[in-house]
């Protein structure tokens, strides 16, 4: 096995990595390296399975891509299934369910590690920065981050990219998470807005459409964006298996061209035109607030222009998760990261 990670015992965010590490063991354990095979429908396009970790606004490309038809018009029959969680997803992956992860990058450098031939690559990135946002009770003009010091804030799941973002951000500020801020992350993803509300907290980090929502409740105000204070993270990406990359070359560049279509049409159309395309993806979301959604993500540079996953995000990633204490040594980037796609679908 390659010696990635710490010792279990170093850090709480090292136990998350060992754990996540443990089931993608297991799945090896249990799985072969081939990858999943093609498939033609009846209409006579490819089928391509993808596995997104979520279902969020914060992906509008890939909403965009899917509604306008870029996909079908590539020669692909897309199915989408959401994993709920980048683990579920990269083990769809990983035993064959998917043909494509969607997911944080971090995860295919967590699964490196587990030493097998076929390992997970990725091939395009999607989202440039972080996607939430840091929540207070009351508004605050001029904050800063030192404004937490001593306070108490709802964060995210150990190991997971948000909460590593979160620590990243203080100590750039000379903040020492978990000793100059109290950071809870005893509740569950999705739970926090709730909690915040009920009055746990003195701030929280939320994704949308949870900070927008509790703005107009009036429960919340969004004092800061995770995603500008961060810089240019790669913070969610394409990946599949290596074999499967090699063997359907083809159908990996078509799946890219498409996504491609998608990324172009977010930089050369509005917020409101974006949120127009994208509502049948969100039916429970009311158009004013998809719009404003959109439109927060649209203003601080959310969307690549191209799908080009570049070396100088990839040292960044593996910078932050050397600051959470998850990683011993680094991971070539060469090995886990593919631009032939992008590249090509972005002349």
């Known amino acids: 096995m390659k010696k990635i990670f710490q010792s279990i015992g170093k850090k709480t965010t090292g136990k998350a990595a060992a754990m996540f590490l443990g089931l993608v063991m297991a799945v090896f354990s249990m799985t072969g390296c081939g990858g999943k095979n093609e498939t033609i429908g009846d209409n006579g396009k490819t089928k391509v399975i993808l596995n997104e970790v979520a279902h969020s606004i914060f992906y509008a490309p890939m909403y965009v891509a899917i509604e306008e038809g870029y996909f079908a018009e590539e020669g692909i029959e897309l199915e989408l299934v959401t994993g709920f969680g980048a683990d579920k997803t990269m083990t769809a992956v990983l035993t064959d369910e998917a043909h494509i992860g969607f997911m944080g990058s971090e995860s295919t450098v967590y699964t490196y590690a587990g030493g097998t031939e076929d390992y997970v690559v990725n091939f395009a990135q999607l989202t440039q920065r972080a996607g939430n946002f840091l929540v207070s009770r009351e508004p605050i003009d001029g904050f800063s981050w030192d404004m937490l010091k001593g306070k108490e804030v709802l964060g995210g799941r150990a190991g997971g990219m948000p909460e590593m973002v979160f620590e990243f951000i203080l100590e750039k500020n000379n903040i020492q998470p978990f000793t100059d801020v109290i950071i809870d992350q005893s509740i569950d993803f999705g739970s926090t807005a709730a909690a915040f509300s009920g009055g746990q907290g003195d701030?929280?980090?939320?994704?949308?459409?949870?900070?927008?929502?509790?703005?107009?409740?009036?429960?919340?105000?969004?004092?800061?964006?995770?995603?500008?204070?961060?810089?240019?993270?790669?913070?969610?990406?394409?990946?599949?298996?290596?074999s499967f990359l090699e063997d359907h070359k083809e159908t990996v560049q078509a799946f890219v061209d498409a996504q491609q279509r998608g990324m172009d049409y977010v930089q050369s159309h509005t917020p409101e035109e974006i949120a127009k395309v994208i509502a049948p993806q969100f039916a429970e979301t009311d158009m004013d607030t998809l719009t404003a959604i959109v439109e927060r993500y649209h203003v601080q540079d959310t969307w690549k222009a191209d799908l080009v996953f570049e070396k100088d995000s990839f040292e960044l990633l593996q910078n932050i998760l050397d600051g959470a204490g998850v990683l011993k040594e680094r991971v070539p980037y060469e090995e886990l990261v593919t631009t032939e796609f992008a590249e090509a679908a972005a002349k």
């Open 203 to 242: 701030f929280t980090i939320e994704f949308e459409p949870h900070a927008t929502l509790l703005e107009k409740k009036g429960d919340g105000h969004v004092v800061a964006s995770l995603g500008e204070e961060s810089g240019y993270v790669p913070y969610t990406s394409f990946s599949a298996k290596k």
